[in-house]
C-alpha cells in the first residue's frame, strides 16, 4: 500500500486494519446499516464492529466498509448481503492477513429475512410462520414470496425484518 493517495497528500486510513475477523468491503454507499441488520448485528452486539460509509471507491463512486473482528462469517451468513450490496466481497482476516476473499452470491431461498409486502399474506400474520422469498432473478434482484406468490423487486432495503 503506498504512503501518499492520487494527490500526493498522505494517505489516511480511516479504520486500522483487525488482526482477526471479517471486512465487507465493496458495500453500495450508504447501505452499511442494512448489511448489519442482515447480519442480525444490532446495537447490543458485544463484537468489536467499525463502519465506514461513504468513502471513495474507484468501482462504486462511494462505498461502505463494515469490519467485524474476531467472527469469520460463514458464506450462508454473508451471501443475503447480495440483496442489497451486490458488489461486496468478504475478506477473512487472520493474522493480519486475508486469507480468503470471496463475492457474495444470492441462495435460491432466502428465509426470514425480507418481509412478503402483500399485507394479507399468511407470513405477516400472527400465525409462527416465517418469511420465504424465492430469488427468482439476481440482477436486478428480484424475489417472490413462496405463499402467496407477491414479487418484491424495489426497495427491498424497507421490507428487511
Ligand atoms: N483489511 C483489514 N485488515 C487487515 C487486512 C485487510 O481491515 N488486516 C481490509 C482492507 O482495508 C480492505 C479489505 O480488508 O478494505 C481487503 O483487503 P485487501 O485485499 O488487502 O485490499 P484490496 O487489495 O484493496 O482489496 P480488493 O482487491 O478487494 O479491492
Redesign the pocket.
Known sequence: MSETGQRGEPRELR?K???NGT?I??IAGGQALNVLKILGISGTTDATVSVVMNVESGKLGKKD?V?VEDRELLEEEVNRIALIAPAA?I?I?RD???IE?RCVDLPEEIVGVVRCQNPSCISNTSEPIRSRMLVKAKNPVLLRCLYCEQPLTDKIADYLI
Open positions: 479504520v486494519p483487525i488482526r471486512v468491503d465493496h466498509i469490519k466481497t475478506n482476516i493480519y492477513e486475508v476473499k
